[in-house]
């Protein structure tokens, strides 16, 4: 049974409201996956700020196209189920890569990533980044090294120089004052 024009239309706007909401997408080939399989996955996305729903390839094709995505044409071909991030990148491409281990059935295709096509090589690679707050503070800890190693030489320097004065000043107490 064909799809009304108007269903169509509305599928499309799903998929539209799913792709403004997200920061990046990942695409997948669930064939083989159970109903219970699909919702537990789309369980552990939910508590990682991500989403999980499966497609038609020419509507999430014009989806794409209306938000201005590229549109990563020999990664929709198939069965394809995509994985929304709305927060954490990584780790929604995380939770991807260990359930496709998992379950040795969901294959991750690629994905697009702030405007650029990923392969799955690639969103491995997303995927092995630590979480944005390891990286937030790995990038706190680069800026203040500088200012910290600047505050102990200046430290240090007036260290010297109070205990310059002081020794100078315990050697005129000691000293007999001159008559």
């Keep these: 049974m064909a799809i009304t024009r ?6 499309v706007a799903r998929y539209v409201a799913e792709l403004s909401r997200s920061k990046a997408i990942f695409l997948t080939d669930y064939r083989g996956l159970t109903v219970a399989n699909i919702q537990a996955l789309r369980a552990k996305l939910r508590e990682a700020q991500g989403g999980y729903m499966v497609v038609k390839n020419t509507l999430a094709q014009i989806a794409l196209e209306k938000m201005g995505w590229p ?3 020999e990664l929709l071909t198939g069965p394809i189920a995509i994985g929304f991030a709305y927060g954490d990148i990584a780790a929604v491409a995380k939770l991807l890569m260990e359930y496709a281990r998992e379950t040795k059935v969901l294959q991750v295709k690629g994905g697009v990533v702030e405007g650029r096509v990923l392969d799955a090589a690639q969103v491995g690679a997303v995927a092995d980044l630590p979480p944005r707050e390891i990286l937030m503070a790995q990038l706190l800890g680069l800026i203040q090294q500088p200012a910290a190693r600047l505050a102990g030489v200046l430290n240090a320097a007036g260290s010297k120089l109070a205990a ?3 020794a100078y000043a315990d050697k005129l ?5 001159a008559a």
């Design 164 to 166: 310059t004065i002081q």
């Design 6 to 11: 108007e269903k169509k239309e509305a599928i």
């Design 173 to 177: 107490e000691s000293t007999p004052a």
């Design 71 to 73: 549109v990563p044409e």
